[in-house]
């Protein structure tokens, strides 16, 4: 499978937890809002971690990412280069497709009909493919990356939406931070999180290939 690359459109509205929860999980006195930052640094790397080791966006996302042909490009067979007829979207849960654009050969952005295609939802990464005898555009640009795809993926907008075993992941590495801040960096997550850990979460984890 060609691996491509993902950029973020648009963050999360919301962090996963509110100060108040982490504080809570950690034991913390709500009232004291000295170690505020860092509580919210530790969040930002525990959910950066979680969602590397397990290729899964926990909060709603957008994304773009970009191909170089269309399925049915003439004389430039998809499924002949690549093996399958299908783009597979590596960002999961997906929630939906916001618009797929593509560079003409006078280099003018054109927006895809949405009607011409449509996309699954899958447990693991969802796929975009053409609805039936329908093609896409033949007057697309030769160039590399003519073809954006832009998206939403993410489990909800908060954290009501997410996995428990997920959140709880996060909160567990959150509090191995805090225990261990000052003995390593926050870009050793992968070593505070312990076994216990990385089972529970294991489940969720999908292994690109």
Do not use: H
């Not at 654009?101 to 927006?111: A, D, E, P, Q, R």
């Not at 997920?166 to 960096?185: F, H, P, Q, T, W």
């Amino acid at each position: 499978m060609t691996k491509y690359s993902y950029k973020l459109v648009t963050a999360p509205i919301n962090t996963l937890f509110i100060l108040d929860d982490i504080k809570n999980y950690l034991r913390l006195d709500a009232g004291d809002t000295s170690e505020d930052n860092l509580l919210l640094s530790f969040q930002s790397s525990a959910v950066s971690f979680i969602e590397k080791y397990t290729n899964r966006t926990l909060l709603t996302t957008t994304f773009k990412t970009y191909r170089d042909v269309f399925f049915n490009s003439p004389g430039r067979s998809y499924f002949d280069r690549y093996g399958y007829d299908y783009w597979e979207l590596r960002k999961s849960p997906l929630q939906s497709i916001s618009s797929i654009k593509y560079f003409n050969k006078s280099n003018v952005l054109v927006t895809v009909d949405a009607n011409i295609y449509y996309n699954t939802f899958e447990d693991i990464y969802s796929k975009i493919l053409l609805n039936d005898s329908l093609k896409f555009p033949s007057d697309a640009s030769n160039k590399l990356q003519a073809i954006e795809i832009e998206f939403v993926a993410g489990y909800g907008d908060d954290a009501t939406s997410v996995p428990d075993e997920l959140k709880n992941a996060v909160l567990m590495l959150i509090s191995a931070m805090y225990e261990n801040r000052g003995d390593c960096s926050q870009a050793s997550c992968s070593q505070l999180a312990n076994c216990s850990i990385k089972q529970l979460i294991s489940q969720f984890r999908v292994i690109n290939i």
